[in-house]
Antibody, heavy 118, light 108 residues
Framework: EVQLVESGGGLVKPGGSLRLSCAAS????????LYWVRQAPGKGLEWVSS????????SYADSVKGRFTISRDNAKNTLYLQMNSLRAEDTARYYC???????????WGQGTQVTVSS | EIVMTQSPATLSVSPGERATLSCRAS??????LAWYQQKPGQAPRLLIF???TRATGLPARFSGSGSGTEFTLTISNVQSEDFAVYYC??????????FGGGTRVEIK
């Protein structure tokens, strides 16, 4: 069974940092591109970042470029999101999701909550 | 950036009725369009990929259509478990994704 489990969220002050993790199981982790998508309270979905299977292709939304860094450890089956210089508008639930070229983003984690507040 | 616009924002339907949700792209996304359902406190659930291909196990009452800039998600014979928020997503600009603002389907 495919599972994606996010962790690392919490309450942080503006300007602070957090590192999110997404532990994967039930599939060949190194074969899939992975994404971070966030959802602010009561709002819609926003793509944050993506990373290809070998980390050769990485992309960021303009809203986080220069502040967030996506990475993965294929030996540990884990996806990361390093978030620096956090702002109030980064407050959201952060989901990791797996991309399959034939079926899209079928698998999502339950998310981890990030709150940026003084 | 491709902007996705969903309408209506809220759709009130009675169980057993048909629900028609619309999604418009600011420029063509070909058939690179997905639909998701999200219930309170849950992660999004993929419904439709490639504008019209149902996800594995999805009931046949859900159908997607359209290409280019105009897309539709139809739920025929709406069931109680279908009341939720629905999002469209374009991936023509892959890996950059954009989502619509969502349509809430509520009980009439």
């Amino acid at each position: 069974e495919v599972q994606l489990v996010e962790s690392g969220g919490g309450l942080v002050k503006p300007g602070g940092s957090l590192r999110l993790s997404c532990a994967a199981s039930g599939f060949t982790f190194s074969s899939y591109s992975l994404y971070w998508v966030r959802q602010a309270p009561g709002k819609g979905l926003e793509w944050v970042s993506s990373i290809s299977s070998s980390s050769g292709h990485i992309s960021y939304a303009d809203s986080v470029k220069g502040r967030f860094t996506i990475s993965r450890d294929n030996a540990k089956n884990t996806l990361y999101l390093q978030m620096n210089s956090l702002r109030a508008e980064d407050t959201a639930r952060y989901y990791c999701t797996r991309y399959d070229y034939s079926s899209g983003w079928s698998y999502w984690g339950q998310g981890t909550q990030v709150t940026v507040s003084s | 950036e491709i902007v996705m616009t969903q309408s209506p924002a809220t759709l009130s339907v009675s169980p057993g009725e048909r629900a028609t949700l619309s999604c418009r792209a600011s420029r063509t996304v070909s058939s690179n369009l997905a639909w998701y359902q999200q219930k309170p406190g849950q992660a999004p659930r993929l419904l439709i990929f490639g504008a019209s291909t149902r996800a594995t196990g999805l009931p046949a009452r859900f159908s997607g259509s359209g290409s280019g800039t105009e897309f539709t998600l139809t739920i025929s014979n709406v069931q109680s478990e279908d009341f939720a928020v629905y999002y469209c997503q374009q991936y023509n600009d892959w890996p950059q994704l954009t989502f619509g603002g969502g349509t809430r389907v509520e009980i009439k």
